[in-house]
């Protein structure tokens, strides 16, 4: 009985020696599998031998169950470390290859950004954003490559628009828009152009209350949608006017108080579709 005992420990430290080894080999890479396997033909006999990675296992019945669990939450774990350490490296990535833009003009465009910064290198994306706290905007913009961020540093200072803009090293990623979102067609490209998106909305206004904020400084206002839940302490809206010119004009509105707290105002990448009808109930 104490030899039997002794070797089930020996055994257990076998296999607890194996599981470390074999988690140390990457979870991503495709798993080996012997063509004797793959035939159908990977059990030897009664003594149930299995291959897996060049190792030969004795299949231990009375533990297999909590092995494999064990194994697959190990697993589990380990894929999503390795996973959220290639989203920061590649986030990190991200943010070297993206600078800072501020003292943006009203009536600058992403697409008039994008154009100073041609000679630069290749624009990924260009996100203009309102400022609460000045008439003026700011702007992140994201090459394909360092060296075009490192270009556009040289180009501080250069008149766009009114006001000379200040162009620095970015410490944040511009946050991807959900493809789902964007504008599938010209009409809704149009739409775009026509919408705008308000952000640090007071969570005591109502959709009235931003409808006709908006009518009485910008124009009429053709479609809203106020957005926000319990979670956040504001909410987001997007205005979509009747006339393009509107858009601009409210873009004039970010820094202005709208309950008690002040919007940011931008151009939205996004349309205001219209609602599907819930069918009726029978």
């Not at 607890?16 to 798993?31: F, G, H, I, V, Y």
């Not at 833009?101 to 630069?120: G, H, M, P, R, Y």
Request: with cysteine.
């Amino acid at each position: 009985m104490v030899g039997s005992f002794g070797r089930d420990r020996e055994d257990g430290g076998d296999i607890r020696d194996l599981e470390e080894l074999l988690s140390k080999l990457n979870p991503m890479a495709e798993e080996f599998v012997p063509p004797s396997l793959a035939n159908g033909h990977g059990w030897s006999g009664g003594a149930a031998f299995g291959y897996t990675n060049n190792f030969v296992l004795q299949a231990n019945f009375g533990n297999a169950n909590g092995n494999a669990g064990r194994r697959k939450r190990n697993n589990y774990n380990q894929k999503r470390r390795i996973n959220s350490r290639t989203s920061m490296a590649q986030r990190e990535e991200v943010i070297k290859r993206t600078v800072y833009v501020s003292d943006i003009d009203q009536q600058v465009t992403e697409e008039d950004l994008a154009a100073l910064f041609i000679n630069c290198g290749q624009v990924v994306d260009c996100r203009i954003c309102g400022d609460p706290n000045s008439v003026l905007r700011f702007a992140f913009v994201e090459f394909t490559d360092e060296e075009g961020a490192r270009a556009a540093l040289s180009l501080a200072g250069t008149m766009l628009g009114y006001y000379p803009v200040r162009v620095l090293p970015s410490k944040t990623a511009i946050a991807p828009v959900n493809p789902t979102f964007l504008p599938r067609s010209e009409d809704e490209r149009e739409m775009c152009a026509r919408t705008i998106y308000c952000t640090n909305i007071d969570k005591k206004v109502t959709q009235a209350d931003v409808k006709l904020f908006f009518e009485s400084i910008c124009g009429e206002v053709h479609r809203l949608r106020l957005l926000g839940d319990y979670h956040h302490s504001t909410r987001i809206a997007f205005v979509e006017f009747i006339m393009a010119e509107s858009a601009i004009a409210a873009l004039n509105c970010s820094g202005a108080i709208l309950g008690s707290l002040p919007i940011r105002v931008s151009p939205s990448k996004t349309p205001v579709r219209p609602r599907a009808p819930r069918p009726a109930l029978h």
